[in-house]
């Protein structure tokens, strides 16, 4: 081989490594606005990218919960480890406001894959106004586990596949959205178009352990549920133990949790397991502009 087409090879084959290291690389949000939440403001709406993917944005929502988001976590506590005691704090709340650059999520994009280059945006824009440092990790914790049932599952397949998935411009009222729920414990969750993971973590809120899904399920369902008692293991102690429902008169009349899940042909228990944790090594408080 000459030295002539080796110095060609070479400088072909560093032009389309750079290439594809530049097209492979997290892009940066344009526009940063972060300010203290006012006390006195009560407007709170949870990290979300708006329509048409222009911006992300997070009004009131309180820091641990931008982490968890930019992790792709539910909120539960349990997801978060380490830091300082600040970032738990109820005033540790920020207004934030970034510019997506345009063409950075390509038309019909569904909604998981834009998620899945937006998220790495999120996560540096932590590192560099927040000084964020993390790692991931799988902790030893008590865990609710989330199986199949002895007659397998029962959720309804969604009216809707997840390419032709709308935007997140969708609101959670519309009558076809994907990835999105509303509702809670006592009215029950309702989401026409969502993964059984969507559910899980949306679930976890009203929880007192993490969900652990061990039914290996994909795809979209639409699942609706009635509300349901408050519940906790029978015996803290016993990693074991059932999951029963509190004694809590005014809700007699409403079905357990395990009876919720076993409507969708799955099954709850309360035991010892790992679950991911997002671990803060480090993290400041940001200058404001």
Known sequence: MSSRFQRTLQVTLTFALTLNAQTNAPREFEVISIKAHRPDDPQQRDPQFSPGYARFTSTGSALRYVIAFAYGMSNHGSHLIGGPAWIRSSNATYDIEATIPEGTIAPGTPYSAARQRLLPMVQALLRDRFHLQ???????????????????????????????????????????????LAGGRGRGIRGSAVTLNDFLQYL??????????????????????????????????????????????????????????????????????????????????????
Not at 137 to 152: D, H, Q
């Open 134 to 180: 993390v790692h991931r990790e799988m902790s030893e914790m008590p865990v609710y586990v989330v199986t199949l049932a002895k007659n397998g599952p029962l959720l309804q397949k969604a009216s809707i596949e997840e390419r032709d998935c709308p935007g997140p411009e969708t609101p959670a009222s519309a009558s076809v959205t994907c990835h999105k």
């Open 204 to 289: 976890e809120n009203w929880l007192d352990r993490p969900l652990v899904d061990e039914t290996g399920i994909d795809g979209l369902f639409n699942i609706q549920t009635s509300g349901w008692r408050d519940f906790h293991p029978e015996d803290p102690s016993d990693p074991n133990a059932n999951v029963t429902a509190t004694t809590n008169p005014g809700a007699a009349d409403l079905p357990t949790l395990p009876d919720i899940f076993e409507k969708l042909g799955l099954k709850v228990k309360a035991q010892k397991g790992r679950s991911p944790a997002i671990v803060v090594d480090g993290i400041e408080k940001p200058s404001e502009n």
